[in-house]
């Protein structure tokens, strides 16, 4: 299904880059353009990562500084 339809992001491909490290939806768009032109998708964004583990978010919340 697309997330973001200006730039035909998948929520299969935000998932994998929130696997790969990008935990806000300021590092997906980094990282894809999703949520940088009408910005209708961002909710949705959020959502998908308050479902899914950052492994850089577990870092910083034991403590350790995330790479």
Same mark, same amino acid.
Do not use: N, W
């Given at each position: 299904?697309?997330?973001?339809?200006?730039?035909?992001?998948?929520?299969?491909?935000? @998932?994998?880059?929130?696997?790969?490290?990008?935990?806000? $939806?300021?590092?997906?768009?980094?990282?894809? @353009?999703?949520?940088?032109?009408?910005?209708?998708?961002? @909710?949705?964004?959020?959502?998908?990562?308050?479902?899914?583990?950052? $492994?850089?978010?577990?870092?910083?919340?034991?403590?350790? $500084?995330?790479?």
């Amino acid at each position: 299904m697309y997330v973001c339809s200006c730039f035909g992001v998948t929520e299969e491909q935000v @998932k994998r880059h929130a696997e790969a490290g990008a935990c806000t $939806p300021r590092q997906i768009a980094s990282a894809c @353009k999703a949520g940088t032109d009408c910005g209708g998708c961002v @909710k949705r964004i959020q959502a998908i990562l308050g479902r899914g583990a950052c $492994p850089r978010r577990e870092l910083i919340e034991q403590g350790r $500084p995330a790479e």
